[in-house]
C-alpha cells in the first residue's frame, strides 16, 4: 500500500509546491480542497468536481456525526462510496462548528458537550470521539480535535485555548493509533502572538504528525492580522510536511497565504458565492445579479474554459439569478470552483519555474483593473 507522504519539489522565496502522496491519489500542492460539508460540494455533482481539477475534498466531522450519522456512513461503505468520491478526503475534527454553530456549549478538559443546531439534541465531543468518528468516515486525512477561540481575544484566553488544544492533540494523537495509509494532522493554534504560536509549533513537533495545519484565523481577524501571523508561523513548522491553512478563502487570501508557505486551504466561499449570484474571476468579483449583465452576449470571462463560460452569456447567467433557476447555482459553482483550482495550477507552474513573483504581481495587476466594461 502506498503510505502517506510528501515530496517537496520546489521552492521560490517561501512559495512552495510539491506533491501529497496517498493510496487514493496524488495531491498537487498549492492545493485547494473544495469543501463537501454534509458529503456533498453543494450545487455539483462529484465528477464535475473531479473535471474542475480537485485533487482532494474536504468532509465536516460536525455535521456528519449529526446527520446522517458516522456509524451510518461506515455502515454503507464510509464516505468515499457514500459519496461517490475516489480520490482522497480530509475530514476536519469538528471542534470549528461547535464553537461556532452549536449552542449552550460546555467546555471541560474531557470535550465539550453541545447541543445540535438541527434539533437541540445533545451531544459530546472529545479528542477520542472526533477520532472514531473520522476513522468511520474512511478519512485519508484526519484532523485532530482543537477549540478554535473567536478573536480578537486576550492573551490569557488564547494561551488557555492553545495549551488545551495541545493536551487534546496528544490525545487524538494517542487515539488515532497506527493507521497505514492514513494521515493526521497537528493543529496550531496561538492567536496573533508570536511566542504561543512558537509554543504551539514546539508541542505538535513534539507529538509528531504527518502534516500541521494553520489553525485559529480566518476568524474574525482580518487580512492584515492573518498575513501578520502567516510571515513567521508556517516556519515554526517543519519544512517536509504539508502546511493547512484552515478555511481560507478569497483569491487573494489564498495568493498570499501560498507567498507565506502554505501548502492546503479550503473554503465554502466559491460554492457559496456560486449560489448567490457571484462569480470570481481573474479580474475580481462579478454580480450577475446587476442589471448592466441583462444584455451582455459575452462569457463571463473570454478566457476560462468552464461550462458556464464555453456554453452561456452573462445574458443569460444573469437571467437564470434573476429567477431563482437552480442552474444559476450550478453554473457559477462549476466557474468558481474551476478558476481556483486553474489558480492553484497557475501558482504550482510559476513555483516550479522560478516566477512566482510576476505570478503574484499579474494576478494584483488584473484585479486591480477590475471587471470588463458593459457593453
Excluded at 475516489?86 to 464553537?99: E, N
Excluded at 487524538?172 to 496561538?190: E, N
Excluded at 468552464?306 to 445574458?315: E, H, I, K, L, T
Aim: with cysteine; glycine share 10%.
Amino acid at each position: 500500500m502506498t503510505r502517506f507522504s510528501f515530496d517537496l519539489k520546489a521552492t521560490d522565496g517561501k512559495a512552495r509546491t510539491g506533491v501529497i502522496h496517498t493510496p487514493r491519489g496524488d495531491i498537487r500542492t498549492p492545493a485547494f480542497m473544495p469543501v463537501g460539508t454534509a458529503a456533498t460540494v453543494k450545487a455539483m455533482m462529484p465528477e464535475s468536481v473531479a473535471a474542475t481539477g480537485a485533487d482532494i475534498l474536504l468532509g465536516n466531522t460536525y455535521h456528519l456525526m449529526l446527520r446522517p450519522t458516522a456509524e451510518r456512513i461506515a455502515k454503507l461503505g464510509g464516505l468515499h462510496r457514500f459519496m461517490n468520491w475516489s480520490k482522497p478526503i480530509l475530514t476536519d475534527s469538528g471542534g470549528f462548528q461547535v464553537m461556532s454553530l452549536s449552542d449552550l456549549r460546555k467546555l471541560t478538559e474531557d470535550g465539550v458537550t453541545f447541543k445540535s443546531h438541527i434539533d437541540g439534541s445533545r451531544h459530546f465531543l472529545s479528542p477520542e470521539r472526533s477520532m472514531e468518528i473520522q476513522k468511520l468516515l474512511g478519512s485519508d486525512i484526519v484532523m485532530c480535535f482543537d477549540e478554535c477561540p473567536a478573536l480578537p481575544a486576550d492573551d490569557t484566553r488564547v494561551a488557555e485555548s492553545m495549551r488545551l488544544s495541545m493536551r487534546w492533540a496528544q490525545r487524538s494523537r494517542d487515539a488515532f493509533g497506527d493507521r497505514p495509509g492514513h494521515a493526521l494532522f497537528g493543529i496550531m493554534q496561538g492567536g496573533v502572538t508570536p511566542h504561543l504560536r512558537e509554543e504551539s509549533a514546539k508541542a505538535l513537533v513534539e507529538i509528531g504528525f504527518d502534516g500541521y495545519a494553520v489553525g485559529g484565523l480566518a476568524v474574525g481577524e482580518g487580512q492584515e492580522a492573518m498575513f501578520g501571523v502567516l510571515d513567521y508561523a508556517p516556519d515554526f513548522l517543519p519544512t517536509d510536511k504539508p502546511r493547512y491553512l484552515m478555511g481560507v478563502g478569497k483569491p487573494d487570501d489564498i495568493v498570499g497565504a501560498v507567498a507565506r508557505g502554505i501548502d492546503m486551504m479550503d473554503c465554502v466561499l466559491p460554492s457559496r458565492s456560486g449560489r448567490t449570484g457571484q462569480a470570481w474571476t481573474r479580474r475580481g468579483q462579478v454580480n450577475l445579479r446587476n442589471a448592466r449583465h441583462a444584455e451582455d452576449p459575452r462569457p463571463l470571462d473570454e478566457h476560462c474554459t468552464c461550462p458556464a463560460c464555453r456554453n452561456y452569456s452573462r445574458a443569460y447567467l444573469h437571467h437564470v439569478v434573476r429567477a431563482g433557476e437552480m442552474i444559476a447555482g450550478m453554473l457559477l459553482t462549476w466557474h468558481n470552483l474551476h478558476y481556483y483550482q486553474e489558480l492553484m495550477q497557475g501558482m504550482r507552474d510559476a513555483i516550479a519555474r522560478g516566477q512566482f513573483a510576476a505570478f503574484e504581481a499579474s494576478f494584483h495587476a488584473q484585479r486591480a483593473e477590475g471587471d470588463i466594461d458593459p457593453l
